[in-house]
Every structure is written in structure tokens, then in C-alpha cells.
């Protein structure tokens, strides 16, 4: 027992009343029904989407509202209050604009805040009265709580309840009170959202997606293989950098880098105009939403050459450094003939096209030029200075990691690397042989030191954060190798190849999940994987629900790049206290839709596993958590109350 932690508790609970409150109210608290987790995974910037999905609860909003609504409104009313909840500024003053009289207007206001009010108090209904408080808004929380416990049984308070509607319309407080009910709806519909992984990559706007998962009431985040390399390139990889740039110029992306995160890309942008030229392989993959004129299309593609050149010149050195990587035959720069202009790959010749080599020295092909080295060093230091950028990582790596148990279930961006059999794969690192979830902690104990220490540049640490993005046994990639440099520069697509970890056509088996689930510790009987990162190709039949339930998939295409290939625009996944459902989303077009014709996304939702016994909080993480807070209570007790 440690005394005192209990001294300093006890200046909290300084009576046994006090001590035993909390404990009945604990004890209550893991009888009620888990909350709604939502998981969502593979977002890539596609934040209008991701917005859309997040404030419709993936579809749980508007069956609340059906529960509450149907058969007794039109349902052109059941799809204006949803759309309403989900963006309640921009559907107020659509709203607003249709009425003349304020008479009207003023019927509309009282009638609506009612509604508002019933779905509150339905959403709230397995939650305490503290918790639904914390959700309300702060200034209107007195008001609503008086409307929610509203009785019926007598007249007495009629006219109360009546004046107080009166009042928040003639002070003009009907807005805000509405939109306030509209998002704590939101909170209250879903109790805690997981993303797994991918919240960066080629999409427009993965700023606005930090901010929104920053302000949201409870959320974790297991880290993509995009994920990571952002938080390298802040932790101080070049390498890391110079991806990202790529990344970024490939696909007509450069804005975030330097509108949104504040860093000067001109330093670049001189070196590109000095060496390199327009060169099909490198131009950018323009956006269809965009304009883009040609002769930024033609900045880009230097840009693009140019940063592409020294991320394959930065690579060399790591791969020699780190012997353990076994990545030696990715040294590509040393395997080609540039008097033939050829390389050599497995024994076998092959021809490069659109090549821009005019920075490299054959003799030492891996060697930065000064301005290429001055420019790299530029970037990071503006990177590493960046505020927005290191709000936004710092946050990751908060809330973030490489896996989680929760509820039973492990939720894990990528893959566990395992072989042909099954087994969970060795991967040795300064002599010790690591596998399984051992190997994972690994990699994030090595990726946490690299972020801590930002200065340091090429250390072990910061190379195993490069390693986690193009590494054989890395969870987040999963694959062989990483074939950019054939993708640029080979015709013959049998060198594109990536073959991937024998995981992904493993899954499919029940008894190799059940043995990934042991290994972490996680009931193999009842426990699920959830898993993002490659996309399910719905349109070809694929299923996303694998290994008998045992494994859930769910990256269907959030990104626009993807949905042509599964014919879809993402999986999420909803887990309450009644079992778990898979949610298919259609293209979402546009916020106006929504707004003006009622319009959602949704398909059909399939049952993943049903509970057969409704799940209490005693049965989940937090939980476990409560349950330790009551036992430190009752030592508290003992010590202080009961001698």
C-alpha cells in the first residue's frame, strides 16, 4: 500500500462520505451498456469524406433519429434533421433563408430545438447524468438538462418550460444552442473513435483532419506507414524528408508543404531549375478539383526529379551502415552502367528511360552534391520549425502507437510479420533476436527515442523510423522491397513488383489469427484483428470480413486514387454494446448534397459478430481502469476511515 499516493488522495476524498460516493457511483458506472466505438482507417488526406463519416457516426446519427422519428415525421423531415446535426452552421442558414415571417421561423426554432432535445435524451440514455453534462455545452448546459428531465405527470411547470424556449429565441440564442445540440449529439452517438492509420499521404488536406481528431472528445491513432513518415521527417530524417517531398510533388501535393506547414520550398525549387528538366516519369498526378497551370506543372516535375534524386542518394548510406536492414540489393545507384545507361538487377539487364542523373557522380553515385546536402539541411531545420507541424506530431505521437488492445481486440495499421507457416518472423537488431509483438514494441520504443531527440539525425533510432516505411520486416510496409526507383526509370513491370508479407494471404485462416491474437496476449475465441491498409476490392468480390469474423479489413477506398480499383469509398467499423457492424460507404460528392437533397453515403451495414449478452463498461478497458480506481478507493478506506 502506498501511503502516500493515499495522503495526497485524501485531500480529494476528505470524508468516508465522500470515499463512498464515488465508490456506489464507480460500481454503478461498469453495469452500464459499453459505449460506440467507431473505427475508421486510411483517411489520405480525404478530410470532406472523413468529415462527413465522423459526424454521421458512420449512419449511427441518422438511425437514432429513425428510432425516435419514424412514422411520426415525413422522412424529407428525418433526412433535414439529420443533415442538420451533422453540419448544423451551414443547414441553419439554408434553413433560416427559406422563411419570410419570423412568426414562422420562431414555430420552426421551438419545434426543432424539441426534437433536438428527444434525440439528446435518447443518445444519452446508457450514459450517467455526469458524463452526459460533460457533453452539453457549457453555456446552454443548465437550460438543456431543465428540458431533458422535463415531466409530464402535472401542468405546473408548463408554462416554465414554455418561457424558457420563448427566452432563447427573443435573445437570439436559438442558433447557438441548436448547433450546440448538434455536436454534442455527435459526442454522445459515439463514445471513442480509433484510427487505424494512414491519416497522410496523397490527399489534400490531412492538416484539417489533425484539427478535427485533436478537438474530438476521444480518440486514439495507430500509426501508417504515411503516419510514420511524417513523424520521422520531424524527428529528423532526411530520408524520411525527402519521401514525404516526393510523396507530396508526385501527386500535385507541394501546398501542404508550404502553405499549411509554413516550409520555403524555394531552396528546392532553385536546385530543381539548375539540373533537371520536364521528364514524363515526373509529372505530377494533378487533381481533378484543381487547376494547376503548366508551367507549375513544369516546376513541379523538376521539383519532383529533384528531391527523387537525393532521397535515393540518402538511402545508400543507411543501408551500408545497417548491415541487419539486409537491404544491400537496394543499392540501386551502384548497379548502374552509366555508359549504357542499364542496370543490373538479379543478374539481369535492363534498360532506364526518362533517367536524371545529371547530379551524380558515377564514381561515387550515392554522394550529394553541397547544394543538394545545403538544401536537405534547409528543409529539416524548417520542418523541425515548423508550429503547425509540430502541434499536429506531437498530437500523434500522444495519442498515437503501433498497435492497440482494446476491448479485446488489436487494432493494427499494417501486418504482423510472419512466414509461410505461419510463425511469427525474427528479425535480429544488434544481436538479439526479436518477433511478434516483442518486434513491434521494439520499433516504437526506437521511434519515441528518435521523436525525443529531434537533433540527433542519423543515429540507429532515426534509421529504424526509415526502416519502419520500406523495411522487409516492418509491420507497417509488409512487403519485400519498395520498387520506386523501378517505377521511375524501368519499363519491364516485373521489376514493379512488391511482394508482399505472407500475412495478407494468410489472414484468410482462422487458426493463424487466433495465433496472432495469442501472441498478444488477446482471447483467440473471441477476440477480432482490425486491420487497414490495403484496400478491399469490393468490385472483384473480395470480402472484407475474413478468417470466420476473425479479422476485420477496413481500408475500402477513403482515398479518390482507390475507389475505381474496390468500388467503394471506405469501410468503417461500429462495435456497441450489442456486437459489431461493417458500415460500406458510397463516393461522397460534396457537403451541398448532403445539405440540400438529404443525401448520405451509407450501404448496406453487415453483422461482423453479435454479442450474446450485452456488453457492460465492466467488460471493457476502461473498465479494467474503473475497477482499479474502486480497489486504490477502498485502500483509501481502510487506511484513513476504518482503523
Same mark, same amino acid.
Not at 486510411?42 to 449511427?60: I, W
Not at 457549457?138 to 424556449?165: C, D, M, P, R, V
Not at 534498360?351 to 550529394?368: G, Y
Given at each position: ?186 459526442? @454522445? ?16 488536406? &490531412? ?46 501535393? @507541394? ?109 561515387? &553515385? ?87 531527440? &529531434? ?68 482471447? &483467440? ?119
Amino acid at each position: 500500500m502506498n501511503t502516500k499516493y493515499l495522503d495526497l488522495l485524501a485531500q480529494k476524498y476528505d470524508t468516508e462520505e465522500k470515499v463512498v460516493t464515488e465508490i456506489i457511483n464507480l460500481k454503478a458506472i461498469l453495469n452500464l451498456p459499453k459505449g460506440t466505438e467507431h473505427f475508421v482507417s486510411d483517411l489520405h488526406g480525404e478530410y470532406q469524406a472523413f468529415q462527413h463519416v465522423l459526424r454521421n457516426g458512420s449512419g449511427r446519427v441518422k438511425e437514432k433519429i429513425r428510432d425516435i422519428f419514424s412514422g411520426v415525421i415525413f422522412e424529407k423531415e428525418i433526412d433535414e434533421l439529420a443533415a442538420l446535426v451533422y453540419y448544423p452552421e451551414e443547414k441553419l442558414q439554408i434553413i433560416k433563408n427559406d422563411f419570410n415571417q419570423d412568426e414562422d421561423l420562431n414555430e420552426w426554432y421551438k419545434k426543432t430545438i424539441k426534437r433536438m432535445i428527444k434525440l439528446i435524451s435518447y443518445a444519452s440514455s446508457k450514459y450517467t447524468r455526469s458524463k452526459l453534462r460533460k457533453a452539453l455545452p457549457n453555456q446552454f448546459a443548465y437550460i438543456i438538462e431543465e428540458l431533458l428531465y422535463k415531466t409530464e405527470e402535472s401542468g405546473n411547470k408548463e408554462q416554465y418550460y414554455h418561457e424558457i424556449l420563448e427566452q432563447i429565441i427573443s435573445l437570439g440564442q436559438a442558433d447557438k444552442l441548436i448547433t450546440g445540440l448538434a455536436y454534442s449529439t455527435h459526442q @454522445l452517438v459515439v463514445d471513442h473513435l480509433h484510427v487505424v492509420g494512414d491519416i497522410y499521404d496523397r490527399g489534400p488536406k &490531412p492538416d484539417k483532419i489533425m484539427e478535427e481528431l485533436i478537438n474530438y472528445h476521444s480518440v486514439d491513432v495507430q500509426w501508417g506507414n504515411h503516419d510514420v513518415l511524417w513523424i520521422g521527417a520531424f524527428a529528423g530524417s532526411k530520408v524520411c524528408l525527402a519521401n514525404i517531398l516526393r510523396i507530396c510533388a508526385r501527386y500535385d501535393n @507541394l501546398d501542404i508543404i508550404e502553405d499549411v506547414y509554413g516550409i520555403n520550398l524555394r531552396p528546392l525549387l532553385n536546385l530543381a531549375e539548375k539540373y533537371y528538366d520536364d521528364n514524363p516519369a515526373f509529372r505530377p498526378k494533378t487533381q481533378a478539383d484543381k487547376k494547376t497551370s503548366e508551367e507549375e506543372i513544369v516546376q513541379i516535375t523538376k521539383m519532383h526529379q529533384a528531391i527523387s534524386m537525393i532521397q535515393f542518394k540518402l538511402e545508400s548510406p543507411i543501408i551500408k551502415r545497417r548491415a541487419f536492414f539486409n537491404m544491400e540489393e537496394r543499392l540501386l545507384l551502384e548497379k548502374i552502367d552509366f555508359n549504357s545507361n542499364e542496370i543490373t538487377l538479379n543478374g539481369e539487364a535492363y534498360p532506364l528511360e526518362n533517367t536524371c542523373f545529371s547530379t551524380i557522380n558515377p564514381k561515387q &553515385p550515392d554522394m550529394l552534391l553541397e547544394e543538394e546536402q545545403q538544401v536537405i539541411e534547409k528543409l529539416l531545420f524548417s520542418v523541425q520549425h515548423s508550429e503547425k507541424l509540430a502541434r499536429h506530431m506531437n498530437f500523434l505521437m500522444r495519442k498515437g502507437s503501433l498497435y492497440l488492445r482494446y476491448n479485446g481486440n488489436l487494432l493494427i495499421h499494417g501486418c504482423i510479420p510472419i512466414d509461410e507457416n505461419g510463425n511469427m518472423e525474427n528479425m535480429e537488431i544488434e544481436g538479439k533476436k526479436y518477433a511478434g509483438r516483442e518486434l513491434l514494441d521494439r520499433f516504437e520504443q526506437f521511434l519515441r527515442y528518435s521523436f525525443a531527440h &529531434p537533433e540527433v539525425t542519423d543515429d540507429l533510432a532515426t534509421d529504424m523510423v526509415w526502416y519502419l516505411w520500406t523495411g522487409e520486416y516492418s509491420s507497417l510496409f509488409g512487403k519485400r522491397a519498395m520498387t520506386t526507383f523501378e517505377r521511375y526509370f524501368i519499363k519491364d513491370k516485373v521489376t514493379h513488383k512488391e511482394i508482399k508479407n505472407h500475412y495478407y494471404h494468410l489472414r484468410e485462416n482462422e487458426e493463424t489469427c487466433e495465433k496472432i491474437l495469442a501472441e498478444f496476449d488477446l482471447d &483467440p475465441e473471441h477476440g477480432h484483428i482490425i486491420n487497414g491498409h490495403t484496400p478491399v476490392k469490393e468490385i472483384e468480390g473480395e470480402n472484407p470480413i475474413k478468417a470466420n469474423g476473425k479479422i476485420i479489413v477496413i481500408d475500402g477506398g477513403f482515398s479518390k486514387a482507390y475507389q475505381s480499383k474496390t468500388g467503394i469509398a471506405g469501410y468503417t467499423l461500429l462495435y456497441n454494446s450489442y456486437g459489431m457492424k461493417l458500415v460500406a460507404h458510397k463516393h461522397f460528392n460534396s457537403k451541398n448534397e448532403v445539405l440540400h437533397d438529404g443525401t448520405d453515403v451509407l450501404s448496406v451495414k453487415r453483422l461482423v459478430d453479435k454479442e450474446l449478452e450485452r456488453k457492460k463498461v465492466l467488460e471493457t478497458n476502461v473498465g479494467e481502469e474503473l475497477c482499479q480506481e474502486i480497489n486504490i478507493l477502498r485502500d483509501l478506506m481502510e487506511y484513513r476511515y476504518m482503523k
